[in-house]
């Protein structure tokens, strides 16, 4: 595939009629405070640095995705940012948003007029850039946000705000601002987000900015990547010189699977409805826990094998033939309809038995439930139950997701989205997934950015060429990326696949 | 592979070394009325026709295995044997057993003096055969029968009253009865069996049993296979020439896939642990229904849009590049932690938020659900959440197996196990999930004796050669059967796989 290949010697061009559904990649720079020891500012002499000026600013609004993100330096910090902007406390429990830890770019002092959402089914995730406003340190930080989607308009108060406060933020106008819209939320909200911020809103495709925002951690961002096992639980790990090809799985309220087979160059193979949705929503019914954090607490307590049925319950032993231990879970919550027949054998035995109608039940045990639906419940531990879904629902993503890079030759799976939470149990059963179905040949990879894959891919969609550590963004790739997108578009379309029916 | 090709030429043959573990394939002929129009009876003529005598009983016990069952002209009938020796009432809701259609076998008279039991994790399933006694018709018919695992005494008390009525059923002395036994509980309740009915028990591997079973269903028993669809919900299909290779995707409490190859040649490639004893577990949690017919019909009446996230929640359109309709689900149970944070708000408006301790909760209402706990399940309704869950857990079983039969190159694939039930919104699904991912290029088989493929299979292992309307087991090809299982078991025990980690 010779275009694939192609290197355009013409750093100059400045083409974008070939991007229908992006913003402009290649226009003005904007003179960032260059270091011109990297790469490609030495490849490119011909910019001015300057200092941020009122055309600069204009031309960052007429020309969007003119703003070069300076990433050289950039490194993950472990405080928060003192005097942070945002004039909220930090997240409490119950409380509508998250933060994740921030991005320093020491580097990177121009203006930055536009912040990026992604909102998904469950949750909104929002990336926006700040100058060490408060400090005497150069550069600013990238900042990560999440807000409950139910909770969509604390996301677009906060937005506003941030708009609000720009100029101290990014030395730009409020008037300027744009915001980069990505997942479901940006369709069905897109209205809304004009019409309460009074700015412009670009859509982006939600699988082409995950699959952006992965290429940028994996490349950029030092000691962002890692490994899970017991023993050695978080094994960052650099990137090799070249990342293609590889499998996202990203686990937000469903699921979704991506093979990438290079920048850009994406096909979503499929996915599943059992996802982090399907964990909060049946455990919302099922434990009193108030928050996802609060259930993956529980889960950490509990025991499975309270609730599961393992091999060694039906055998009484391993079944060895065909190597399944007797540890094993042969069936999740297999026990519980058990322990509901005995429940009912002492309610008949104590003639306490009261058998509801069954139509049309509501679950509250208020309007109806039966001793015997009470007396099971009681019998099993909220921990235990959550302990169990947990496991359920991250094996059976791992197993689908090996059963998919087998399939696509895939070796390298990173698992993304706001499921996964640095939560020890679940990159531990997913990792172990991973080596048990492949027998050791695949790797499952983590971020500790995990949830914002897609916001920070709407964030850089609004990148020019040429910056970053690594060759995967040089300008000299620009023309083959861009043609390869627009392949990877068609031929996202020839493909019918769906995560479920 | 010169070893399968190979076809023995010495058809008296009665090496049984070679099978170490199952009953003698190859014994004495017991003089079954043979119709001596079918081909197996004239190849051997020598057989003769004998009246069942003590000498013939004695054989039987002497040499398990030889019993011939004589399945020509045998039909599934669909009204209950008149004078049902078994005692017990048919099976009301909340009993501990269910009975399916029998199979008649007009043309069997020969002494039987086994029975077969699959003990599952959830169910027993037990098949025994009875003379036609109180009619005046031939032959007589395979009784199905399916026991609650955790009352498994009261299989035993019917197993122990076949064996008191053994000469009634029969022919044969209750001494002379033998159980041929598989599935985990095999294992576990092995010395049980033998001290509470007094009897000899073999036991037979698990996977075997079950493509032995289904071999024998798609093969011999006509109006027994047939695919699904909502147009044409029960097409009947007669065997090809060749049914190999197939997937056997059974699914009791937990699932099991098989690759088959051939008879008796077998390989469990995978499996998941989210199967009937998870549906039936967490529906035992969350709705008051006491059975799993019951919460088969609560499913048939909800609507899982209500619990479920579709796309069009999250997009309020179709995601139209990637193929995803509107009314695709995105997460199974997604809508529901949305509700659990509106039911908190409004308590939080009216005052009434009640948090609990969270630490070891119990699931129990009276031990200290909160207000909102109970104010989120009044707004869901047992049917929609039944149908929801019978979703997931059928698209998941489906994918799953979609891509274990992509990985594996087969095109057949047949839903066995007493999860189904002939429930046409399962089957549906099921069907559905296989010709959505494989973009039609694959087939979803069900069985009306679903749930007994184990305990037929059990039931069959006392079978001599030569019997059946297929070559399937025809003796030429004994040997070759032989060798094949002893290789597939070297060749399972070499496979580490399991259903789950």
């Known amino acids: 595939m010779p275009d694939e290949t192609y290197q355009a010697d013409h750093p100059e061009v400045t083409s974008t009629a070939a991007t229908p559904t992006t913003a402009t990649p290649l226009s003005i720079a904007t003179g960032a405070q260059h270091d011109d020891s990297t790469l490609e500012q030495t490849k490119v002499p011909r910019r001015p640095r300057t200092a941020t000026n009122t055309a600069e600013i204009d031309s960052t609004i007429i020309h969007p995705g003119s703003v070069r993100i300076n990433v050289k330096g950039a490194f993950i910090v472990d405080t928060p940012e003192s005097g942070t902007p945002n004039g909220m406390s930090p997240s409490p429990q119950g409380s509508s948003y998250y933060e994740t830890k921030d991005i320093r770019l020491p580097n990177h002092t121009a203006v930055v007029s536009h912040i990026a959402v992604d909102i998904g089914g469950s949750l909104a995730k929002l990336v926006y850039f700040s100058r060490e406003a408060h400090s005497t340190e150069?550069?600013?930080?990238?900042?990560?946000?999440?807000?409950?989607?139910?909770?969509?308009?604390?996301?677009?108060?906060?937005?506003?705000?941030?708009?609000?406060?720009?100029?101290?933020?990014?030395?730009?106008?409020?008037?300027?601002?744009s915001v980069m819209a990505t997942g479901g939320g940006a369709y069905k909200f897109y209205d809304r987000i004009r019409e309460r911020l009074g700015v412009d809103v670009m859509r982006e495709d939600e699988m082409e900015c995950l699959i952006i925002g992965l290429d940028f951690f994996i490349t950029e961002i030092p000691r962002e990547v890692f490994t899970y096992s017991e023993t050695d639980p978080m094994h960052f790990v650099e990137p090799e010189e070249n990342i293609y090809p590889y499998m996202l799985v990203n686990i937000g309220s469903g699921v979704s699977m991506l093979k990438v087979s290079g920048p850009r160059t994406y096909e979503r193979v499929g996915g599943t409805s059992l996802g982090g949705g399907t964990l909060w929503g049946l455990l919302s019914l099922l434990t009193p826990a108030e928050s996802f954090d609060e259930m993956l607490d529980m889960a950490a307590q509990g025991d499975n094998a309270k609730v599961d049925m393992l091999v060694g319950d039906i055998y009484g032993m391993d079944y060895g033939k065909i190597g399944l231990k007797g540890t094993a879970i042969a069936s999740s919550f297999g026990k519980v309809f058990r322990m509901k027949r005995e429940a009912e054998r002492e309610a008949e035995d104590s003639g306490g038995l009261s058998n509801g109608d069954s139509d049309h039940h509501h679950l509250s045990s208020k309007s109806g439930e039966s001793a015997v639906t009470e007396a099971i419940k009681s019998r099993?531990?909220?921990?235990?139950?959550?302990?169990?879904?947990?496991?359920?629902?991250?094996?059976?993503?791992?197993?689908?997701?090996?059963?998919?890079?087998?399939i696509h030759g895939l070796s390298h799976i990173y698992f993304g989205g706001s499921f996964i939470r640095g939560h020890p149990q679940t990159m531990n059963t997913l990792s172990y997934a991973i080596k048990f179905w492949s027998k050791g040949e695949k790797q499952a990879y983590f971020l500790r950015h995990e949830g914002y894959l897609g916001s920070v891919g709407a964030f850089l969609k609004r990148q020019p060429r040429n910056w970053g550590?690594?060759?995967?963004?040089?300008?000299?790739?620009?023309?083959?990326?861009?043609?390869?997108?627009?392949?990877?578009e068609s031929a996202s379309q020839e493909t019918v696949d769906e995560a479920v029916l």
Chains 1, 2 share one sequence.
């Open 138 to 177: 150069p550069g600013g930080r990238l900042n990560f946000l999440s807000f409950e989607t139910d909770r969509i308009e604390d996301c677009f108060e906060f937005m506003k705000h941030l708009k609000d406060k720009q100029l101290a933020l990014n030395g730009s106008r409020s008037s300027e601002l």
């Open 469 to 488: 550590r690594r060759g995967s963004f040089e300008e000299e790739g620009l023309e083959t990326r861009m043609r390869e997108r627009v392949r990877a």
């Open 380 to 406: 099993f531990s909220a921990s235990d139950v959550s302990r169990s879904l947990l496991y359920a629902v991250s094996n059976n993503i791992g197993q689908i997701a090996y059963l998919q890079s087998q």
